[in-house]
């Protein structure tokens, strides 16, 4: 059974930070694109960061960059977001999903076959 659970959220000031991470049951998630995509309150849920398989390249959405860190640990089958500086405009439900494998890393939610539960991320003073 194929399953994807997110942890690491929780609720922290401006500035502080937390490490997200999405462990993978089921099937290895070393041969696939991973991505992490987050949904605030009242909006559509928009990609974050995205990790290809391979070269391990990796891509974020302009808001994050500098402040967001997404890495793999193949050995553990989980995937990381290491979020510093947070803001905010940060606070959201934070998913992270597993792409089809015919997808390199994409912020396309059409390309992703799994998805977690999702884990809350509030950040407030």
């Known amino acids: 059974q194929v399953q994807l659970l997110e942890s690491g959220g929780g609720s922290v000031q401006p500035g502080e930070s937390l490490r997200l991470s999405c462990a993978a049951s089921?099937?290895?998630?070393?041969?696939?694109?991973i991505g992490w995509f987050r949904q605030a309150p009242g909006k559509e849920r928009e990609g974050v960061s995205t990790?290809?398989?391979?070269?391990?390249?990796?891509y974020y959405v302009d808001s994050v960059k500098g402040r967001f860190t997404i890495s793999r640990d193949n050995a553990k089958n989980t995937v990381y977001l290491q979020m510093n500086s947070l803001q905010p405009e940060d606070t959201a439900v934070y998913y992270c999903?597993?792409?089809?494998?015919?997808?390199?890393?994409?912020?396309?939610?059409?390309?992703?076959?799994?998805w977690g539960q999702g884990t809350q991320v509030t950040v407030s003073s």
């Open positions: 990790i290809s398989t391979g070269d391990g390249r990796t």
């Open positions: 999903g597993v792409a089809n494998p015919s997808y390199a890393a994409s912020f396309d939610q059409g390309h992703y076959d799994y």
């Open positions: 089921g099937f290895s998630l070393g041969y696939l694109a």
